[in-house]
Each structure stands twice: as structure tokens, then as C-alpha cells.
């Protein structure tokens, strides 16, 4: 019996891979074709991506968003999630590196669900409060730069729906949220963790998995 949470090991962290994680073929290649990017770095861990479609699917979700899609394997975890008329909103600002994503979204068969928006994500949020959809959404991922986080998390919580669910990535920032800031991006999340420990329109859990992962579901 532990108090508290375990620091994996590698021999440990491989054991967890290889007993839970269940990957889409799709899943892996694309995996697989980032490994080499020279950006690797920004894409979550398979077993987040597992995490996140398990939370999708305990919801019934039918709509959702992402802030943040890079090389798209994180869409592509929620969308195989989604039931057949689920629909993603798709936010980024990169046309070159989304582009690696869309054949493995139609190898995975999940192309036609994913609204992907190139394009400043807080323009395109602000577009769907504007055509009336605050409150028609059920789950959010927030996955781009840190700087940006506190105005895509507000505008997610007008978006989602009472009970709606929002997923904040990197909140532990690789521990640097304990240091004193040395960029506006540590900054804004140190700001921003403080302000979602006293929101009274959210409950949240902040996990350490991967990079810290805050669950903020709108009361």
C-alpha cells in the first residue's frame, strides 16, 4: 500500500505499456513517424492518449475540442474514441506539421469526424461562442503554448456543457513550476494552476502523469 505516487523507473514505466496500453494501428505508426521530428517532444505519451479516450468514452462524449493537435496523435486517441457522429474541432496554427497527421486519420477511418482549423486557436474558438455552440461541447484538450492557456481555458469553459470535462497538459512543466520563472511560459502556468485551485466553476485534479495533467470539469 502506497500514500502517494510512484516514481516510475524505465523497467517499470514499460511494464505499464505492456500491460494496458492498446493502441490502434494507426496509433503506433504515427508514433512511430514522430519519433523523428525534430520537435518529438510536444506529443503525449501513449498512455495519456489511452487515458484521455478512456475519460471520452466514460462520458458519452459526442463533441470535442483541441487546442494544440501538432503531428495529431492526441486527436486521433479522442476522435477512436468518439462514437460514429462525434465530431473534433481541431485547433492549430501549423499547416506542416498537421499534415503529418491526416493519413493515418484515414487510415484509422476517423478523418470525417476531425473539424481540423488552421488557424489562431483562440480566433477559431471565439468563432464557435459567436455561431452560438457555448455549451454544446463535452470535452476539451488544451495542448499548445502555455502563454495562451489562461484564454483558450476560458473560452473552453463557456464552450463545454455543464458537467463538460477540460484536460490541461504540461501543467507540472517538468517540475519548473516549483522554480522561480525564467520565461512567460513556466509563468503562465505557475498563474494559472494557482487560479484553477480557487475556481469555484470547476472541480480538478492535477495528475502526474507525463508532464502534469489537470482534469477541470465545469460544475
Known amino acids: 500500500m502506497s500514500n502517494r505516487t510512484l516514481n516510475l523507473t524505465d523497467t517499470l514505466y514499460d511494464y505499464v505499456l505492456a500491460h494496458s496500453l492498446r493502441e490502434h494501428p ?9 519519433r523523428g521530428h525534430e520537435r518529438a517532444s510536444m506529443q503525449i505519451s501513449p498512455e495519456q492518449g ?4 478512456l475519460l471520452v468514452k466514460l462520458m458519452g462524449a459526442r463533441n470535442a475540442i483541441e487546442v494544440g493537435v501538432f503531428t495529431g ?4 486517441s479522442v476522435a477512436l474514441a468518439l462514437p460514429p457522429e462525434g465530431r473534433l474541432v481541431a485547433c492549430d496554427i501549423s499547416a506542416e506539421y498537421t499534415s503529418v497527421a491526416l ?17 489562431p486557436a483562440l480566433q477559431t474558438l471565439e468563432t464557435l461562442l459567436r455561431d452560438g455552440e457555448a455549451g454544446l461541447y463535452d470535452f476539451a484538450f488544451i495542448d499548445a503554448d502555455k502563454v495562451g492557456y489562461d484564454g483558450y481555458y476560458e473560452a473552453c469553459l463557456q464552450l463545454v456543457r455543464q458537467g463538460g470535462l477540460i484536460v490541461l497538459d504540461n ?7 516549483l522554480e522561480r520563472a525564467d520565461n ?11 487560479k484553477l485551485r480557487e475556481d469555484q466553476r470547476i ?17
Open 50 to 53: 489511452q487515458f484521455m479516450a
Open 103 to 119: 493519413p493515418y486519420w484515414r487510415q484509422a477511418g476517423v478523418a470525417d469526424k476531425i473539424d481540423l482549423r488552421i488557424a
Open 171 to 177: 501543467t507540472l512543466r517538468d517540475g519548473k513550476v
Open 184 to 194: 512567460d511560459d513556466t509563468a503562465a502556468l505557475q498563474a494559472l494552476n494557482i
Open 26 to 34: 494507426a496509433q503506433a505508426a504515427l508514433r512511430d513517424a514522430t
Open 203 to 219: 472541480d480538478i485534479s492535477l495528475l502526474p502523469l507525463s508532464d502534469g495533467v489537470t482534469l477541470a470539469r465545469k460544475r
Open 73 to 76: 496523435y492526441s486527436a486521433l
